[in-house]
């Protein structure tokens, strides 16, 4: 019998498509008028302050928290960092305190202490019941500075959704604090958050939150210094900023979405479901544009430190992403997020040609010819993108999209892997390496 005969796959190109871009020029002056802003009074020479930072791989995360931590010395305080992420890093002290410091944001290179214990005390409870849960360490200093990142979430939608809220309510809870929230979110809903965000301001003595903002290039483009007094009303309007700003993908009714890298670091879920328009959860599902048949992830981001939570919202995968998931970490973090089908491990083979065949083959198409196919580095990196000819039409119409490359075959190398992106594609909301000083 003869062999059967490879998989034709249909032509494609490279496009760039124009953003919403307004980054941040000077890091170090923006923190500090932002600050400088707030306050005319002194401090109480040698007052702590624990400075709450998440696991999220936010555009120069390290240099903000660097130069947050510089003003408050300024101001006569004693800064130190703890984690404020609930259940990541495998929900242990030292699973943490990695994930900071391969954020770049560690005792040398912070200046500043790190205590990543993972104890909490309870300081009050919801009319539904939950009891909420926070730092011990954050609840012993004289004062809390909150530093994240407000976007739309991947989970749910509300007024309020990722960002200072939720890392007061969840972040700071810890393991306990954060599956606790996440088991009554499912009978309650998420605007618990902004319930509990109430009590939590009234708790504890923050002395600011560090709302950031990012543009639809993933840079930094905003920091802005909010006293607790206006924290839930600012953010409520903060997160419709950032709503509007956000990259996509333009196109819809796409037969396959290939993800070439997925992890905690891009997204709490391992790609935004913002982006990709699928979610699979308990608190509900959703399918939206770009309305995706079926969605083949890569590879683990290295930043992802094994956590492959959200792969179970891929169809298909490779073996070697597989191998490189730390199961108890993967595990940890979706059970505490009520999520256990998001740990789910996709059908995998051992190469992109394997993988690629099996979604051919699960797409119900007569022919690959015409397939509307999409390409993308990350859902943090959209500039540019990979598409099939099918899409030529709608390219031409847009005047926000341009092709950047000629129509070509897909492209393998020996071991019948997918060519990486050229290097001048997608690298736009790269931060590895950034200087906390600059």
């Not at 670091?265 to 699979?280: A, E, K, P």
Request: proline share 5%; with cysteine.
């Amino acid at each position: 019998m003869a062999p059967p005969k490879p998989v034709k796959y249909p032509y494609s190109a490279f496009v760039r498509q124009t953003l919403t871009c307004s980054p941040v020029k000077d890091i170090s002056d923006s923190v500090t008028a932002s600050i400088s802003s707030l306050f005319s009074r002194n401090f109480k020479h040698g007052e702590t302050v624990a400075v709450a930072v998440g696991s999220r791989g936010i555009d120069k995360i390290n240099s903000i928290v660097y130069h947050c931590v510089r003003y408050l010395e300024k101001m006569g305080l004693k800064p130190f960092i703890i984690p404020a992420m609930g259940s990541h890093g495998g929900a242990t002290a030292e699973g943490q305190r990695k994930v900071l410091e391969n954020l770049g944001i560690a005792g040398p290179e912070i200046g500043v202490p790190v205590f990543p214990d993972m104890e909490t005390e309870s300081i009050g409870k919801l009319p539904c019941g939950l009891n909420i849960h926070i730092s011990k360490r954050a609840l012993l200093a004289d004062h809390v500075v909150v530093i994240n990142r407000i976007k739309p979430h991947t989970k749910f939608r509300a007024e309020i959704e990722s960002g200072l809220c939720k890392m007061l309510t969840i972040g700071l809870g810890k393991e306990k604090g954060a599956t606790a929230f996440h088991n009554y979110a499912v009978r309650h809903g998420f605007g618990i958050i902004e319930e509990a965000a109430g009590i939590v301001l009234k708790k504890i003595r923050l002395l600011f939150g560090l709302a950031l903002i990012e543009d639809g290039y993933g840079n930094l483009s905003k920091i802005e210094a909010v006293l607790p007094s206006v924290l839930i009303s600012r953010e409520k309007e903060l997160l419709k900023e950032a709503g509007k700003m956000m990259g996509s993908i333009p196109f819809d009714s796409l037969d396959l979405l290939i993800v070439d890298f997925f992890g905690k670091d891009i997204s709490g879920i391992g790609m935004d479901s913002n982006i990709t328009g699928r979610h699979r959860d308990i608190v509900g599902d959703f399918y939206a544009s770009p309305h995706v048949k079926r969605i083949f992830v890569r590879d683990l981001s290295p930043g992802s430190d094994g956590n492959g939570n959200g792969i179970g919202l891929a169809d298909i995968t490779t073996t070697r992403l597989v191998n490189g998931l730390d199961m108890e970490k993967t595990y940890a973090n979706a059970i505490a997020a009520i999520s256990p089908e998001k740990a789910a491990i996709p059908v995998h083979f051992d190469t992109d040609r394997k993988c690629l065949d099996a979604c051919v083959k699960t797409l119900g198409l007569d022919s690959m010819e015409n397939a509307r196919i999409v390409r993308i580095k990350s859902t943090k990196n959209l500039e540019h993108i990979q598409v099939s000819k099918a899409l030529e039409s709608e390219i031409e119409s847009n005047p926000y999209i341009k092709r950047v490359s000629p129509w070509e075959p897909l492209r393998f190398d020996e071991k019948d892997n997918l060519l990486p992106f050229p290097e001048a594609q997608g690298e736009r909301t790269e931060t590895a390496g950034v200087s906390p000083a600059a």
